[in-house]
């Protein structure tokens, strides 16, 4: 069965750490891992990423992908109270034509 | 602003009423999805249309009714709901069905009572 999962669940560090979330993955056919930040209602995209080592920046934010290993992390360097969210990793299932979303990391960045 | 938009924003029904939710979209994608996501659970597929024809009935019970009038609107229709149906229900589009890059609305909050 297709099945993303993310690590961890909830995160609460001080503003200025950095944090890295954990999205591991199985599903048939894999095309591309997507990350989402969902602040209060509607996701907005973060990165889409297709090939492994090639990492993704913007900002503060970088992730990259291990097709091997089947994961990928997020990496948010000197956190701020506006990356408070949670974040969610996303699949396409291509055989089945759904997008497999992964429970979400809450991170709660503390001033 | 995400180029989808999603009224009403919140609803508050009966088990016995007869509602519906509205999803556009300004990108000229062609294909929209309706999600829903209850507290602690992942986002869960429940219809996916692509060029306005149903593609995706993920197994939702027939008390959701969705329409596709064409390709930048999209309904879920609600009658004789349960109190378990209480969560936000998430409108997203795309080009990219392979790729997986949803554009997703700010969602409607209904609440069952």
């Known amino acids: 069965e297709d099945k993303v999962v993310q690590s961890p669940l909830s995160l609460v560090v001080h503003e200025g750490d950095t944090v890295t979330l954990n999205c591991s993955y199985e599903v048939t056919n894999f095309r591309s891992l997507l990350w989402y930040k969902q602040e209060k209602k509607a996701p907005t995209f973060l990165f889409m990423l297709t090939s492994s080592g090639i990492e993704k920046k913007s900002g503060r934010l970088s992730s990259i992908l291990d097709k091997k290993e089947l994961f990928s992390i997020l990496n948010i360097t000197a956190t701020q109270t506006g990356d408070s969210a949670v974040y969610l990793c996303?699949?396409?299932?291509?055989?089945?034509?759904?997008?497999?979303f992964g429970k979400g990391t809450r991170l709660h960045i503390l001033p | 602003e995400t180029g989808v938009t999603q009224t009403p924003r919140h609803l508050v029904m009966g088990m016995t009423n007869k509602k519906s939710l509205k999803c556009e979209q300004h990108?000229?994608?062609?294909?929209m999805y309706w999600y829903k996501q209850s507290a602690k659970k992942p986002l869960e597929l429940m219809f996916v249309y692509s060029l306005e024809e149903r593609v995706e009935n993920n197994s939702v019970p027939s008390r959701f009714s969705p329409e596709c009038p064409n390709s930048s609107h999209l309904f879920l229709h609600l009658h004789t709901l349960q109190p378990e149906d209480s969560a936000l229900y998430l409108c997203?589009?795309?080009?990219?069905?392979?790729?997986?890059?949803?554009?997703f609305g700010e969602g409607s909050r209904l609440t069952v009572l």
């Open positions: 996303a699949v396409p299932a291509i055989r089945d034509d759904k997008i497999i």
């Open positions: 990108l000229g994608h062609n294909a």
């Open positions: 997203a589009s795309t080009n990219s069905r392979e790729a997986g890059e949803l554009f």
